[in-house]
């Protein structure tokens, strides 16, 4: 990643955008986190914003207060996610719309303003967290596997509509990484899931820091609209 880049964080309040918003403040970044609630991250760097992913105004708010602060998004992180293991039949209709509208369509609408600053800028790195359920087919994640498999086809899709533009759509599948995602999971499921990876490590930090860096330097500037997978899955 380039020095002194300016990134958005979507879900920096908590678990692993939280995460990512401390490192990349800590290590000489602008980052203005976006979520529906407070964040207790303070950092020089690190400015906070409460937006609804799910209410374009709030979205449209924070993007025109970054715009007026002088920034141009370099790189967008979307991290925002509900997830709540359930099989199909004990899924209720306004869980399975929460998750939707929060996994999927709320990337959509932040991706459209974020895209409209990185045209500006002539430079854009959008990154969006999957997961390892969809490649898996894990029961009991049907809703929310559909809605991360949706986020990496509107990655690749988003990909072919930007071809003249310096801006990548891309994605990164999360295996099992060392905070609160693994708190739902029983010892037996986290096992179980564990069992199908040829890598099953739970990942640390300074990993999917290393990838997204990656994803989003000027070495990348010609991978786009791919997702990958920690884990050895496919």
């Known amino acids: 990643m380039k020095p002194g880049s300016t990134i958005v964080i979507v879900g920096s309040r908590r678990g692993l955008g939280r995460s990512l918003a401390q490192h990349y403040a800590e290590h000489g970044h602008t980052v203005f986190g976006l979520s529906r609630g407070q964040s207790k991250l303070v950092h020089e760097r690190y400015q906070h914003i409460c937006a609804d992913v799910t209410a374009e105004d709030t979205i449209q708010r924070a993007f025109a207060r970054i715009a007026n602060a002088g920034s141009l998004v370099d790189v967008l992180i979307y991290s ?37 600053l990185m045209k500006r800028n002539g430079f854009g790195r959008m990154i969006y967290l999957s997961s390892i359920v969809v490649p898996l087919g894990s029961p009991g994640q049907v809703v929310y596997s559909a809605s991360k498999a949706g986020l990496e086809q509107m990655a690749y899709t988003l990909s072919r509509e930007f071809p003249q533009d310096n801006i990548t759509f891309n994605s990164l599948g999360i295996s099992f990484y060392a905070s609160s995602m693994l708190h739902g999971l029983s010892e037996r499921a986290l096992s179980e899931a564990r069992a199908l990876l040829s890598k099953p490590n739970i990942l640390q930090l300074q990993e999917i820091v290393g990838a997204i860096d990656f994803l989003a330097s000027d070495t990348a500037r010609n991978i786009t609209g791919q997702t990958l997978y920690f884990g050895g899955v496919r």
């Open 80 to 116: 925002a996610a509900i997830a709540s293991p359930n099989y199909a039949l004990l899924t209720p209709h306004t869980l399975a719309s929460q998750m939707l509208s929060t996994n999927l369509l709320g990337a959509f609408l932040v991706t459209r303003h974020a895209a409209r």
